[in-house]
């Protein structure tokens, strides 16, 4: 009879490891498809920056570059509007009315839509006139493209926030074929320029999104028991005007250097520059797939367990950035040169020394977002936009009279040491922010959430 006990207690542990080998089993494939889907994603887009750089002149290259990372920082200002606030409070505040809520964020794309291709219209046709021919078709590619690709990234995004990674692997694999045949039959044309590429994107973009959209099924109806415009719009502007702002500030860095070496030296060295950080592009778009199930996933790990043990899991989710990182780069480096002259027809070498300059930033960049992540779950986007306050004013102080004053290689070391900047006082806020919560639990009722700023 006295093994009875011991015999249940061992049942009882078998059955544990069980389920935790199943969890972490569905968790590995969710990242499978994650991984899959950005990595769809991510390559079509750099593929088609490769074969832009192969087949178009230097200055219309340089004009493509300049365009995206004006198009990066308006997807910012919605990310941080829409998206980043939607995988927060889609599994936690609205997780009883998911279709009602997705069905209020759809319309507010609309309006954003609306808005960013009024604005980005009338700046294409200025700088067309009067700044530069290759810039202003450019621009207007990208007006066109914007809303369409940030309805696809809504529309994935809302897939993550249901924990459905495959679901937006299909959207992925639908967008990948219809923007590469796209620019096939636009070489093939001899059409291949920056405004025909933004086209093709936005029109792919869009016909992936509305399957997406079909299958998420929003419900676009008023409903009395469901959140309201106006709650949504208003719990998104609390959240979002600090993360806007962290948002810009994280632009900064890898893309402030794209007018300044325009300015300073010239459309056809901002595309050299672009052919250098397109390497970094593969990581970077790993990085940002897991990050869309690690936020929601720490969101309510924070909510289960309490934010004084998610010291430990920013510092594990920085690490496994950084050594993913590490692989990838050192891979780089390794073959260089071979891989530069495949990339771009024997184009562009000058770039070669650089690439481990670039690794480094990214690496740390890969450590950085542990910190990040775990702030934001904490619903404290002030304090990520510290972080990245601290990086952009390393990236602009040290950038402006380096690229100036070296070119492409002054702009390699601003982002070296803006990372820097980032990772030290990233770590450094986080161990505040816990420390708040510490010290609430301990004169207060305990705390499962740090309310936002």
């Known amino acids: 009879m006295s093994d009875v006990p011991f015999l249940s207690a061992l049942q009882n542990l078998k059955n544990e490891v069980a389920s935790r080998s199943c969890g972490w089993g569905r968790w590995l494939i969710k990242g499978m498809y994650a991984v899959l889907d950005q990595g769809l994603i991510s390559g079509s887009n750099f593929l088609l920056g490769i074969l832009l750089a192969r087949w178009t002149g230097a200055e219309q290259y340089g004009a493509y570059a300049l365009a995206f990372a004006i198009f990066i920082l308006v997807s910012i200002v919605y990310q941080a509007l829409v998206l980043e606030p939607m995988t927060v409070f889609g599994p936690s505040v609205y997780h009883t009315a998911p279709k009602q809520y997705l069905g209020i964020l759809v319309q507010l794309q609309m309006v954003l839509g609306a808005a960013m291709f009024g604005v980005g219209a009338l700046g294409g046709g200025y700088f067309h006139a009067r700044v530069s021919a290759e810039l202003g078709p450019a621009l207007m590619g990208a007006t066109i493209a914007a809303p369409c690709v940030l309805l696809f990234w809504f529309a994935r995004r809302a897939c993550y926030v249901e924990l459905s990674p495959s679901r937006a692997l299909g959207g992925a694999m639908l967008y990948m074929p219809l923007l590469l045949s796209s620019i096939w039959v636009l070489r093939r044309l001899k059409l291949l320029s920056p405004f025909f590429a933004f086209a093709a994107m936005g029109v792919s973009a869009l016909l992936a999104s509305a399957e997406l959209l079909w299958r998420l099924n929003p419900r676009l109806g ?232």
């Open 222 to 453: 008023r409903d009395p028991q469901g959140p309201c415009l106006r709650e949504v719009s208003r719990r998104h502007w609390n959240y979002g005007r600090w993360a806007l702002a962290g948002a810009v500030f994280l632009w900064v860095p890898w893309n402030i250097c794209y007018p300044l070496v325009t300015k300073f030296w010239g459309l056809a060295e901002t595309g050299t520059l672009r052919a250098l950080l397109n390497l970094a592009l593969p990581i970077t778009q790993a990085h940002s797939a897991l990050t869309l199930l690690f936020l929601p996933y720490t969101a309510r790990l924070g909510q289960q367990e309490g934010w004084r043990a998610m010291k430990w899991q920013a510092m594990r989710i920085g690490g496994v950035y950084a050594a993913g990182a590490g692989v990838y780069w050192l891979f780089v480096c390794m073959f260089g040169g071979p891989l530069v002259h495949f990339l771009y027809a024997g184009r562009y070498t000058e770039i070669i020394p650089l690439l481990p300059w670039v690794a480094v930033s990214s690496i740390i960049g890969g450590a950085l977002l542990g910190p990040t992540i775990v702030i934001r779950a904490m619903q404290s986007p002030a304090s990520v936009c510290w972080i990245y306050l601290c990086s952009s004013a390393v990236a602009a102080g040290v950038g402006a009279p380096a690229i100036w004053a070296w070119g492409m290689r002054g702009a390699v070391v601003a982002l070296v040491l803006s990372s820097l900047a980032a990772l030290v006082s990233g770590y450094v806020i986080l161990r505040t922010r816990v420390g708040t919560v510490q010290s609430r639990a301990t004169f207060e009722e305990p705390v499962v959430a740090v309310l936002p700023h």
